[in-house]
């Protein structure tokens, strides 16, 4: 499930953007495979493509104080297209004014 239901307790949206993070972590170690990379891109992709208001602004804050704008940025410079391309549309939302309402400048100064 990557759409956050109305009925949805908060903490599972904080699950799924944990392992988002998760993903990502294991996505930029140096002996990530591409399947590994793609997948980690695909699923944040995914979730922040769903989100809006409080929770887009959760998900960034969570990738802001865990590392995730780090390591979305050595992605962008992966060989693999989808993995450089779906880099940069997460990005693009991270840092947009409309995606972060309240933080989107710390974002950006971390990019």
Known sequence: ???????????LLND???AALERLTAAVAPSA???TRSEAVRYLGSLADD????????LCATMRKGGGI???LSL????LVEVHQRS??????L?????????????RALS
């Open 70 to 72: 780090e390591m979305l």
């Open 51 to 58: 989100l809006y208001g409080a929770d887009a602004t959760n």
């Open 95 to 107: 840092v947009s004014n409309a995606f972060d309402t309240e933080n989107a400048s710390l974002t």
């Open 88 to 93: 940069m549309m997460v990005l693009a939302n």
């Open 16 to 18: 799924r953007i944990d």
């Open 1 to 11: 499930m990557s759409t956050r239901q109305r009925d949805e307790p908060p903490h």
């Open 33 to 35: 495979q591409r399947e």
């Open 76 to 79: 962008v410079c992966d060989p």
